[in-house]
């Protein structure tokens, strides 16, 4: 096995994918440049943005402190996964109704972690939501504007539920 | 990132024999490693990814036996388990106050330990909580306390090739509790200026032991056993705490670094290891099933 690449058998948006990567490439490396998927972000490298967020087996991860070769028989869901073809998912389209949004390079982590929040806890407060954005780093719009954006996405997923 | 390769053992005997390569490093959540191997602190021919081996990833919670829990427990599943949370709070709101979210769906308990930072938020926990390490090596098996794990910043007593498979905490005595109490500027996702725990369990009214543990005021984490030492048989009244807190930071050797001065961080060990032993003492005098 010394130097040679890795084949990943993964699922990805639920759809079956395989890829070639080193070992060394962040599962991050491996969605933007071998998939194409460009929808997560580089930010800092190093866990504290948020940029990269991803959900790895119903989970929140920062995807440049994963492996790709760790998604291996895993789940993936990036936000290139949520819209239903023109149809947006109800969390982006509260971000977009909220002006949650302004340069964009934190959206897709805001938005990715704002699921995994509410498909864990539907009716969140706003400290809970604090406290799951917080290792999300945006520099335009101030957080207020997140929080309003998840509370109406909640809001609206309860109604679709009721 | 230098090239390295990468392997997912299944069993610990084949994660052992793994781990006896030459340049081969364990990999839990990766949390701290991936980040210091990119910026060239440390280096791996190998990476041993611990998660898929059952033992690494055991959490039990059993009346007599206590608390069983794999090294490479994700703190996420440590926060959620209700079982947990209602014997052990102080190791589930730690669990929850390292980093944020996403880094809590990967970061353990074993790699907070061998990372050894002087400032992990959950050895000072685990220290006085009487946690065991269950270690594994090309020599055989060994335990020793939490306390002894750490010898240095970033330097343990795991020698090559052995690998710590996970913890043992007794089970809580009743009229027990504990406490972790840190100093950060920022709500989350930061990391500790100074932090203490404290365990304390009562007896007819008065403390009959107590445990004192510090975050990021010594090369390692800090256990002042001088200061639990004092409040045994002493009414759990706030001069007795206050006069522990005294020798806790008498205790301390901290620095000074960019998150803190040595002598803020030393007036902070005084207020939260006060604040953790109160927080202690309320939690042991509750009535718990």
């Known amino acids: 096995m010394k130097g040679q690449k890795v084949r990943v058998r993964t699922t990805v948006n639920g759809q079956p994918a395989e890829f070639l990567c080193e070992p060394r490439q962040s599962l991050l490396e491996c969605l933007r440049e071998i998939l194409g998927l460009t929808g997560a972000k580089e930010g800092c490298n190093d866990g ?77 407060s706003e400290l809970e939501i604090r406290r799951w954005l917080a290792n999300h780093l945006c520099r335009c719009t101030g957080y207020d504007k997140v929080v309003r954006a998840v509370r109406q996405a909640a809001a609206e997923l309860a109604e679709v539920k009721a | 990132m230098k090239w390295f390769d990468y392997a997912a053992p299944q069993s610990l005997p084949e994660a052992l024999e793994l781990l006896a390569r030459p340049g081969a490093r364990p990999l839990a959540g990766g949390t701290d490693l991936l980040v210091q191997m990119r910026a060239g602190q440390r280096q791996a021919e190998l990476l041993v990814d611990l998660k898929r081996i059952p033992e690494l990833n055991e959490l039990q919670c059993d009346p007599g036996r206590g608390l069983r829990l794999g090294a490479a427990v994700p703190c996420c599943r440590i926060y959620e388990d209700a079982e947990l949370r209602r014997r052990w709070p102080a190791l589930a709101e730690v669990a929850e106050m390292i980093g944020g979210v996403p880094i809590q769906s990967r970061a353990s308990l074993g790699g907070n330990l061998c990372n050894a930072a002087p400032s992990a938020d959950s050895v000072p926990v685990l220290i006085v909580l009487r946690a065991a390490c269950r270690l594994v090596g090309p020599s055989g098996e060994r335990r020793l306390p939490a ?62 032991w107590a445990r004192i543990a510090l975050a990021a005021v010594a090369p390692t984490p800090l256990l002042v056993r001088e200061a639990g030492e004092f409040l045994s048989g002493k009414p759990a009244n706030s001069e007795n705490l206050q006069a522990a807190a005294e020798l806790a930071r008498s205790a301390a050797r901290p620095i000074t670094d960019l998150r803190g001065t040595a002598e803020h961080r030393r007036h902070l060990v005084g207020v939260l290891t006060r604040r953790a032993l109160e927080k202690a003492v309320a939690r042991a005098r509750e009535v718990r099933a």
Do not use: W
């Open chain 2, 147 to 208: 306390e002894d794990f750490c010898t240095g910043p970033g330097q343990t007593v795991l020698g090559p090739g052995e690998l710590l498979v996970g913890f043992d905490l007794p089970p809580p005595e009743a009229h027990s509790g504990a406490a972790y109490l840190r100093f950060t500027p920022r709500n989350e996702m930061d990391i500790a200026v100074a932090g203490a725990a404290a365990a304390v369990g009562l007896r007819d009214g008065v403390i009959a």
């Open chain 1, 48 to 124: 504290n943005c948020g940029a990269c967020a991803v959900i790895l087996d119903k989970r929140l991860v920062n995807s440049c402190l994963v492996l790709g070769v760790e998604a291996e028989g895993r789940e993936i869901t990036t936000i290139e996964g949520l819209a239903q073809g023109s149809q947006l998912h109800p969390i982006q389209r509260a971000f977009l109704e909220q002006g949650a949004v302004q340069c964009g390079f934190c959206t897709p982590g805001l938005i990715l972690a704002t699921k995994a929040l509410l498909d864990r806890l539907p009716d969140p």
